[in-house]
């Protein structure tokens, strides 16, 4: 219709961040974060007709020490399921934000017996950017920043999760560029043409966050950066403001 298929009827404060896929089989499924008492993570999948498919939604809710759900992404994989991503914490906005995933099934059933711990230390900011895509074998990678040492400086990681939940690199990821100096934030990745190796770009940042440059790092599908590990520079430190890097294959 004119005004589109109403999703939510959430009585809490505020439905957004909503995120959009096409599944396998041609339906939609979208995401949102409900703000209310806490926060969750609501999903309902669309026919092509435009038909809710998973009654009032599925709601994703936390409990006892890990009680808001918030940031989500979303992407399909095969047999019409897609990959869940979010970060769970505490009531307190100073309390570790951990990326969770999960694999939804086509009747909006969790796949996994438990969520998977994509990253579980400390340090992600307080609004996360993550960079989320598939692999060539029914997973997916993901990159995100964390200021883990707590030493001020944000570094960027990535993961590769198979479709079966297992970690195929080290737990909490491999650090894409390694120098203590700067900040390597707001990452995008891509697939080489044979779907063996990850690309990694970033915005690379001095300490002061006043300069900024255009890094890439190049890891192999055992989690080796096959580059330098400072990196490979494209744009080097400068006052230009440099950001919103997309990567495609």
Not at 87 to 95: A, E, I, L, P
Request: charged letters at 15%.
């Amino acid at each position: 219709g004119a005004n589109g298929i109403r999703l939510s009827n959430s009585s809490g404060f505020a439905d957004y961040s909503p995120k959009v896929c096409v599944t396998s089989d041609g339906n939609a499924v979208v995401v949102w974060e409900e703000s209310s008492t806490v926060e969750k993570v609501i999903l309902q999948k669309i026919s092509p007709s435009g038909s809710k498919l998973w009654g009032s939604g599925v709601v994703m809710a936390g409990s006892g020490s890990q009680n808001y759900y918030m940031f989500p992404s979303i992407m399909s994989t095969t047999n019409d399921e897609v990959y869940l991503l979010w970060f769970k914490r505490g009531s307190s906005m100073y309390v570790p934000k951990h990326l969770y995933a999960q694999r939804i099934k086509s009747d909006g059933t969790a796949k996994w017996a438990a969520d998977k711990g994509v990253f579980t230390s400390s340090g992600i900011p307080m609004i996360p950017s993550i960079s989320l895509i598939p692999d060539s074998e029914d997973g997916f990678y993901v990159a995100w920043y964390d200021d883990r040492n707590n030493d001020w400086n944000y570094s960027t990681f990535v993961q590769h999760i198979t479709g079966d939940g297992g970690n195929a690199f080290a737990a909490n990821g491999v650090e894409a560029i390694v120098n203590n100096n700067n900040n390597h934030s707001y990452p995008s990745i891509a697939l080489s043409p044979d779907g063996n190796d990850l690309y990694v770009f970033l915005v690379e940042m001095d300490g002061n966050q006043n300069q900024r440059g255009l890094y890439g790092q190049r890891i192999s599908s055992s989690g080796t950066r096959l580059w330098a590990n400072s990196g490979k520079m494209f744009q080097s430190l400068s006052t230009l403001d440099l950001g919103m890097v997309s990567t495609r294959m």
